[in-house]
Structure formats: structure tokens, C-alpha cells
Nanobody, 124 residues
Framework: QVQLVESGGGSVQAGGSRRLSCAASGDTNRQYCMAWFREAPGREREGVATIDSDGGRTYADSVKGRFTISQDNMKNILYLEMTSLKPEDTATYYC??????????????????WGQGTQVTVSS
């Protein structure tokens, strides 16, 4: 099992930047697909970005060119660098993990491990 703890959320003005972190502990010696999801009030949880064990990345169209997912394998930390933030980026952001030998998932139901979430609020 893997335990995930997010940090880095807060309030930021539109156009600003924020970096989220997700510290992983537990059984970190396996191959994982790591992902960031977000959930805004009244909306379904949506995928933001994923990164596989080979470093392959995918992004939602809404964040391409603005967000960057990365990971520090030595420290077992997943990051989401967010720039040019917009009010519509306001949401609770969650990191998630799924053990997989190759590639990655996009659907949230594929991820058994989740953090508690961190709130990001972007004001106009």
C-alpha cells in the first residue's frame, strides 16, 4: 500500500503560480502511475496530469502549456507546477497512485490510492 500526502495549496491571484507536492510513503519500490486530479464544487473529479514510471506525461487540454507534472524518485515526491492560473482552476487537488508495470491510467476509478486533497483558490 501507498500513503499519499499533498501540500502546497492556498490562495493565489489569477496569472500567478503555485507548486503542489505529494509525498508518498509505504510500498514505494513498485512501478506506479502517478496522477493529479481536481474536483471543483458541483463538478465531477477530473484528471489533470499523469506521469508513468518512465517519465511519460499526459495533460488535460485545459492545463496544457500551463501545468507541469514531475516526480523526484529519490525523495518519493510528486509535483504539480501550476502557472498562469485562472479562476476556473479553483478546486481541491488530489494526487493518486496506481501500481502498473507499464504506461498509465486516466480514469479515476483505476487509482486505488489517494491523498486527502489540498485546496487551490484562484481569485480574479
Amino acid at each position: 500500500q501507498v500513503q499519499l500526502v499533498e501540500s502546497g495549496g492556498g490562495s493565489v491571484q489569477a496569472g500567478g503560480s503555485r507548486r503542489l507536492s505529494c509525498a508518498a510513503s509505504g510500498d514505494t519500490n513498485r512501478q506506479y502511475c502517478m496522477a493529479w486530479f481536481r474536483e471543483a464544487p458541483g463538478r465531477e473529479r477530473e484528471g489533470v496530469a499523469t506521469i508513468d514510471s518512465d517519465g511519460g506525461r499526459t495533460y488535460a487540454d485545459s492545463v496544457k502549456g500551463r501545468f507541469t507534472i514531475s516526480q523526484d524518485n529519490m525523495k518519493n515526491i510528486l509535483y504539480l507546477e501550476m502557472t498562469s492560473l485562472k479562476p476556473e482552476d479553483t478546486a481541491t487537488y488530489y494526487c493518486a497512485a496506481a501500481a502498473i508495470a507499464y504506461g498509465c491510467y486516466w480514469s479515476s476509478y483505476r487509482f486505488p490510492y489517494w491523498g486527502q486533497g489540498t485546496q487551490v483558490t484562484v481569485s480574479s
